[in-house]
């Protein structure tokens, strides 16, 4: 009988962000977001919406700015 290594959660995590960050269809600053606060030990789910939010807030900022230079 084969004995399998079970991987622990911080491991299948370390997995999946780094397939994540390899991605490069997904935006990246949502993953550096994500990344950035399991880093710092503050991943939850308050801190990850308030973090997105920010993240969409100036993305869209960002957005408006190139179309007014368009303009």
């Known amino acids: 009988m ?8 911080s491991e ?5 962000m780094g397939e994540q960050a390899q991605d490069e269809s997904l ?8 990344a950035g ?5 503050k991943l939850t789910r308050t801190n990850l919406l308030r973090k997105l939010d920010e993240a969409r807030k100036a993305a869209l900022k960002d957005g408006d700015r190139q179309r007014e ?3």
């Open 12 to 16: 299948v995590l370390d997995t999946f």
């Open 2 to 9: 084969a004995i399998e290594k079970i991987q622990s959660a």
């Open 69 to 71: 230079g368009k303009s």
């Open 27 to 34: 935006d990246q600053a949502t993953i550096a977001v994500i």
């Open 37 to 41: 606060l399991r880093a710092d030990d």
